[in-house]
């Protein structure tokens, strides 16, 4: 299987497995909140339902991204995986501003106590268990194919899960007696998650930017490149990263008596070396004689 098809599978499979996580604790919370009417517990039913909505949003950019170049597009779709970061960062924050509004209303009540707490409980041991094995598997994911799309949902599935274990905190305390908590917990956990859309912001916004690979990445491409014989140096290396497609380019300095067949086997040498280290590379290289 090529790298561009295992990558596909690998995305796409990481994207159906959040909707159907996604799905799953939804119906649970669901069930969960209107048994008991807890304020925290529907700030977590209101963040699955946004993470419906983002995994969907994150599928379906995915699946532009994933498209070949074409005469409008040639250097193919990558930075539609930013763009859903982006849509994920405003799906986090509208439910914060949504969970805020309702925990200070929560908070203005004479009486906040839970009815039946044990299904917060039952509900939040089965968000915790379904995130954690959803966050071990798109990390698997992220590290086979590093792409943005996969790593801003993981990123928000994170959140999730420091905000199930806190519902779970939560009605362990109502269990044993100790009400009044539950408007608190929620907005502690609004703030939370609006650290985690900052992050996924960032990195979307460094997408779309054009921003440089990461440091140890152009580190080692300036090693590779170093080290093909007849390069006598380089410069003005340039990278980007563009969804599953990184960009680089730079001017190589060769021997300027070699004859132009020979320049350019250097140069194919070059691209060929960091091609076999780095398979979703695209390369551009112009000669320079020195």
């Known amino acids: 299987m090529s790298d561009n098809s295992n990558y596909k599978r690998l995305v796409k499979l990481a994207s159906y497995a959040a909707i159907s996580a996604a799905l799953l604790m939804l119906l649970f919370k669901g069930f969960a909140w209107y048994v008991t009417g807890s304020a925290t517990l529907l700030a977590s039913l209101s963040d699955s339902v946004f993470d419906m909505l983002a995994s969907l949003t994150n599928l379906i950019a995915i699946r532009i991204a994933l498209t070949p170049a074409d005469d409008n597009h040639k250097f193919g779709h990558g930075k539609a995986e930013a763009i859903a970061g982006l849509a994920q960062s405003a799906f986090i924050l509208g439910s914060c501003v949504l969970l805020v509004l309702h925990s200070v209303e929560k908070l203005g009540q004479t009486s906040t106590s839970i009815a039946f707490p044990v299904w917060g409980i039952y509900a939040s041991l089965f968000s915790v268990l379904v995130t954690g094995i959803l966050i071990i598997f798109q990390s698997w994911v992220v590290k086979q194919t590093n792409s943005l799309a996969v790593k801003a ?13 806190g519902v779970l905190v939560l009605f ?3 269990a044993f007696g100790y009400q009044g908590f539950d408007g608190w917990f929620a907005i502690a956990i609004a703030i939370y998650l609006v650290s985690g859309a900052w992050q996924i912001l960032k ?6 930017m054009d921003h440089e690979l990461e440091s140890h990445v152009v580190e080692q491409i300036t090693q590779q490149i170093s080290q093909v014989q007849g390069i006598k140096g380089f ?5 980007r990263d563009a969804g599953h497609t990184w960009f680089v380019q730079c ?5 300027k008596t070699l004859p132009l067949e020979q320049a350019h086997a250097i140069t194919t040498n070059a691209e060929l070396a960091l091609k076999q280290r780095y398979p979703k590379i695209e390369v551009i290289l112009h000669q320079d004689p020195v």
């Open 153 to 165: 949902d993981s990123l928000h599935y994170r959140s999730d899960l420091l905000m199930n274990t």
């Open 172 to 174: 362990s305390l109502v």
């Open 203 to 208: 990195l979307s916004v460094n997408a779309l």
């Open 235 to 239: 410069h003005d290396l340039r990278t």
């Open 251 to 255: 001017h190589l300095e060769i021997d």
